[in-house]
């Protein structure tokens, strides 16, 4: 058995580091090539950034490997021969505790170089090491406390029932619930929150969301810069605890009317129904590796040279988990780029089409997202569709214009057909 796993873990390995080296490849080519979207200049700094990153993710991809493979050839034995305490639920979370710590400490070279490296040599970190290590401080305080609770009851269910998967896949899809009632708390550990000044742009949004029916905690401006200076918004939290929350970063860079198509957009997530429907599809998931893990016979684990108590099943669903979801990527993202279709055109109906594309056309630009990627990527890992095809769908011929100075500046757009300013407030 042992055997089939590495080898499933071998072809799961092969298939990212294949799409990796086309995906460079495929960028390396394009971005020589006529630009899309943005100036040749902004177009090629795009370029390297993906690269750039696609190239450490290698690195990540064969550390990952070769960690794996040595948890299954020996690490599982002897992390559990290190740990000989009294109580198996004491000793499951401290084995936790040790397997997380350790795949930590392999993957914090990467965590630092793409932030002080690569995020930083592009204009995007400002996060300083100080900042870094507070962070790290505070969400090592949550995994100590919110992660050892969840531990020792996955732990308590593992022990006292046989068929311990149903119920913890019920435990653990309340435990998704509740992270995501939980979000905008657990954020305001990390950022500062600043009820959005009033004014006609929160009068503008507060008409917006009451058109759609949600009513949130709140319009809430975050902080962002401290750390990173790409542009974003959403909306966070379920049931009363729904918030808006606006990058810093964003109100700087777009006009109320950009902002305003990009709430749009988000607030079409909403009226959607999209954030159960993604629980849903997260909660799907879930039952279906649960359910793989809790049929793994006992004959793995003697090839591992362990006993099958809690901690170590914890820790080898873990490690197998992002095979199994990697199965699951390809179906998933597809239904979450149709999602983005939908928030689109809803996003273009309440703030106006030219608005959310001029907002799109700066994002893509601002965040340095090269528009174009490997079909294979797009298939395996894309939750947006590719900008051109977003753009396309809202009528905006990307393909027939010729810098973003001459999109934005002058304000020149090509759309498709007679649809132009169909939908413009």
Known sequence: MLEFIVLVFTIYTFVRLYAAVMQIGYVNDEKRRAPVLMSQAKYLVAGNYTVAKEKLGLIEIFADYLLFFWWVQKGFAWLQGLLQVDGEIIRAVLFLFGFFALNYIVGLPATLYQTFKIDKEFGFNTMTPKLFVIDTLKSLFLFLTIGSLIFAILAW?????????????VFLFVVVLFANLLYPTIMALFN?????????LKEAIISMMNQAGLKSDGIFVMDASKRDNRLNAYFGGIGKSKRVVLFDTLLKKMSHNELLAILGHELGHFKHGDIWKNITLTGSLLFVSLYLFGHLPDTLFSQMGVIPDAGVMIAVMTLLLPVVSFIFTPVIS????HN?????????SVGGKKHLVSALLKLVTENKSFPKSHPLIIFLYYTHPPMIERLKALGFDALHQ??????????????LGNEQNSHDH
């Open 334 to 337: 597809y239904a979450r780029r």
């Open 340 to 348: 983005e279709y939908a928030a689109d055109r809803f996003g273009s």
């Open 157 to 169: 269910i593992i022990i006292n029932y046989s068929s311990w998967w149903i119920f913890g896949f």
């Open 192 to 200: 500062k929150f600043t009820p959005l000044e009033d004014g006609s």
């Open 402 to 415: 010729e810098t973003e100075t001459t999109l934005l500046n002058e304000g020149i757009f090509t759309f």
